[in-house]
């Protein structure tokens, strides 16, 4: 009569194989991101100079913003004391 081996000797022979796979899903996920990070950067850039081509806002002189807090005060004021 023949004695059939076993298949799995140690748990090394199971831990091998999936320690094999978990490294190339590592790397994978890495080159994933790094691409995703990449195409990323390059959109950010062109948007970046989109950006800078805008003229930049011009505040109202100082007199304007304080006669419109008056006006609003001055409103508001009236409104709480009817």
């Not at 790397?27 to 195409?39: D, K, P, S, Y």
């Not at 948007?47 to 505040?59: F, I, N, Q, S």
């Not at 100082?62 to 004391?81: K, P, R, T």
Request: contains cysteine.
């Amino acid at each position: 009569m023949q004695r059939c081996e076993p298949v799995l000797r140690t748990a090394a022979d199971l831990v091998a194989p999936m320690t094999t796979v978990a490294l190339v899903l590592i790397f994978i996920g890495a080159l994933i991101r790094t691409m995703i990070a990449a195409f990323a950067q390059r959109h950010v850039r062109s948007l970046d100079l989109e950006y800078k081509r805008r003229a930049t806002a011009v505040p109202p002189p100082i007199s304007e913003v304080q006669e419109n807090a008056a006006e609003a005060g001055g409103a508001l004021h009236d409104v709480l004391h009817r």
